[in-house]
């Protein structure tokens, strides 16, 4: 099976690095040219990697298509390219709808959107799908833990909680800021923060079948400074300004 990127940005690197060192059995993976650096980094890492010279070729060239682009340079090329039938299409972007994509795409090719996230470059995290498709689950398996949706309005929840990764790493930033302002080593308040919420995440992930609340509660010890920690974050309103944030991402994705 070969693989072609249209983009190569961010996600491509982390979901070509991901395919490329997992157990997922493919010929061969083809990337655009853009980005440049990218596109030959990951060339002259992987032995599979090749960089097409144009779009079109690697629409030409590949059985599964995964679209990595933003949805402005979506719109701008996509309804240039010459897609086929029997063609897998697999769309990373952001907020160009099934119904679009199907338009978009003319031909009467396999479309499913997905929502890979860094991590996938260690073979780890979760990666929505929608419509659910047994290949593409499988695939995605391989390099996460694919979640099947079968709702395209459903699926834009996760996309909204997706937008959450960048206040997490600035949790990690301020937490670690504060004990350097403290007299700490930049690198061992960095490990501890780092190591702290590795633990923690594993944690939630290995309890994920309890409701969280049991985490939240049984991490606090009454008067200790965990309990003070969560009592007065709630009471400056920090955990009603993340869902008010998630609020405003949502009615962003549900505008287009
Ligand atoms: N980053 C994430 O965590 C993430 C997760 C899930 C989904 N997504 C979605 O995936 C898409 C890409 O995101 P990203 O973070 O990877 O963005 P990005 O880093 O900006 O990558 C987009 C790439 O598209 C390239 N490009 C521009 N014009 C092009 C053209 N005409 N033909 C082919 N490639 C072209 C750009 O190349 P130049 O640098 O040369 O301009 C750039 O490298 C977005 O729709 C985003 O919503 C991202």
Request: positive net charge.
């Amino acid at each position: 099976m070969k693989l072609g990127f249209i983009g190569t940005g961010k996600i491509t690197l982390s979901v070509v690095t991901g395919i490329c060192t997992s157990k997922i059995s493919f010929q061969k993976i083809l990337v655009s040219p853009r980005n440049r650096n990218i596109a030959q980094k990951l060339k002259k890492r992987f032995r599979k990697v090749n960089i097409g010279k144009t779009n079109q070729e690697i629409v030409d060239k590949c059985n599964w298509v995964f679209l990595a682009v933003t949805p402005k340079v979506g719109a701008k090329i996509l309804p240039k390219l010459n897609f086929r039938s029997n063609q897998k299409i697999i769309s990373f972007i952001s907020t160009i709808n099934l119904t679009q994509l199907k338009k978009i795409v003319k031909k009467k090719a396999k479309i499913v959107r997905a929502i890979p996230l860094p991590p996938i470059s260690l073979g780890k995290g979760p990666v929505p799908i929608c419509p659910p498709d047994n290949q593409v689950r499988d695939f995605f398996n391989k390099i996460g833990i694919t979640v099947e949706i079968r709702n395209e309005k459903s699926s834009k929840n996760f996309w909204a909680t997706s937008g959450m990764m960048a206040p997490f790493y600035e949790i990690l930033k301020v937490l670690s800021d504060w004990l350097v302002k403290k007299g700490i080593k930049r690198n061992e308040a960095q490990k501890y923060i780092t190591s702290l919420f590795v633990a923690l995440s594993e944690d939630s992930a290995v309890n994920s079948k309890k409701h969280l609340k049991y985490l939240v509660s049984e991490s606090q010890t009454p008067g200790g400074l965990n309990e003070q920690g969560v009592k007065e974050l709630r009471k400056s309103g920090f955990y009603k300004s993340l869902e008010k944030s998630l609020n405003s991402i949502l009615k962003r994705l549900n505008k287009k």
